[in-house]
């Protein structure tokens, strides 16, 4: 009850018990900017069903051909908060409808539906809903992690398929099949965003190894790029020392399996680094965390996040002297074991440029390191520059 109260409170702070039993709540209720002045006359034994609702003249008129729906609510609402959220969506939808009269709105029975079915789901899994109901985001918590959906319903709808957007790193496609009632235009739509929901989570189930995989990763390791990532993001540029660090892809698909591999920093570091992914692949065990085979493989402790900072072993560009420039980190290093100096590709690439000793073959421009005058080289990559 305390826990119900909070809630109501948090949503509706204007809407008020008027008495210590609170068989009486007086107050506003909000929408489209606007605020509406209700009364809310309970029984004793405080049961919706048989409660009366008093609506000012302004609220009335908002809700004209949606009371059916309002009392409809009232009966079917497990408790206050549920019935004042689903009010709140009708007066949200009615208001809508009335501010576009040119625009054919959605029937009644439309709004209730979708009503009824988010009741159905919890309106603890409901993030967000706008006022014409054409986009609904939902949430799921699955092993910890939250996961949002948004659903966003076609003008034919529910005789069409809606698009859904969400945070995976494979496609996620909606199974769909509308049912028709004894009229084509009555389409029965009440398991729709049930049946999206269901196959959401049926989705975020297959993918659970995966983000376990990389949550690890972003966890125990160093992760220069991307620095914020998000669910879909399948790659990750792992630090392994100063100036050194190896680019992983994994497929979201077959996350324990051996992922694509690309070292970066100088020749005399990353080759032999190459040269032991080579000679010990065949231990790759997919029964074990992929973490945990780059360990065996490389035969190497990656840094720990728990030991060491990022500034341990993020070097600033020896040009720019910054770490980060239009979103890219220093990933040029110079191969002279004694200076080992990075520098981001834009910057090397114009220093370069502007050498007069500097000369081109084909993709690859030979010049003098910044720092130590040794020969450095820079691979053409198509970036911009």
Not at 17 to 31: D, H, L, M, W
Not at 319 to 330: F, K, M, R, V
Request: aromatic share 10%.
């Amino acid at each position: 009850m305390a826990e119900t109260e909070a809630t109501l409170l948090r949503q509706f702070p204007l809407f008020l018990p008027q008495n210590r039993s609170k068989t009486v709540y007086e107050g506003f209720i909000s929408a489209q900017g606007r605020d509406f002045h209700l009364r809310l006359l309970l029984p004793k034994d405080l049961q919706l069903r048989n409660a009366r609702l008093l609506c000012s003249w302004q609220l009335k008129t908002a809700l004209n051909g949606y009371h059916h729906i309002v009392q409809q609510r009232m009966q079917q609402s497990p408790d206050l908060v549920s019935f004042m959220m689903e009010l709140k969506m009708v007066l949200e939808a009615a208001l809508k409808n009335k501010k576009e009269p040119y625009v054919l709105p959605s029937p009644p029975k439309f709004y209730s539906s979708l009503i009824g079915e988010i009741r159905t789901l919890g309106w603890d899994k409901l993030v967000f809903v706008d006022p014409c109901f054409s986009t609904i985001k939902l949430k799921a918590d699955v092993s910890g992690r939250e996961h949002l959906i948004t659903v966003k319903l076609k003008a034919k709808y529910p005789a069409e398929s809606p698009d859904c957007v969400v945070d995976f790193p494979v496609p996620f496609s909606v199974s769909w099949t509308p049912q028709l009632c004894c009229s084509t235009v009555d389409i029965l739509h009440w398991s729709s965003l049930i049946s999206i929901y269901t196959q959401f989570l049926a989705a975020l189930e297959s993918l659970k190894t995966f983000w376990d995989v990389m949550d690890e990763i972003d966890e125990k390791t160093w992760v220069l790029e991307p620095e914020k990532p998000t669910r879909s993001a399948t790659a990750r540029r792992i630090v392994l020392g100063n100036n050194v660090s190896i680019n992983i892809e994994v497929d979201p698909r077959h996350p324990t399996m051996l992922p694509e591999c690309c070292f970066l920093g100088a020749d005399h570091v990353v080759k032999p680094l190459g040269i032991r992914l080579s000679r010990n692949i065949h231990l790759w065990d997919p029964e074990n965390s992929l973490l945990q085979n780059l360990k065996d493989v490389l035969e190497i402790d990656f840094p720990a996040r728990a030991i060491l900072e990022k500034s341990d072993f993020s070097m600033d560009c020896g040009i720019c002297y910054a770490y980060q420039l239009d979103g890219a980190i220093p990933d040029q290093v110079c191969d002279n074991s004694q200076c080992g100096q990075s520098f981001h590709y834009i910057c090397l690439y114009e220093w370069l440029r502007g050498l007069l000793t500097s000369r081109q073959s084909f993709n690859i421009i030979f010049g003098e390191c910044p720092y130590c005058s040794k020969p450095i080289t820079l691979k053409m990559s198509g970036r911009k520059a």
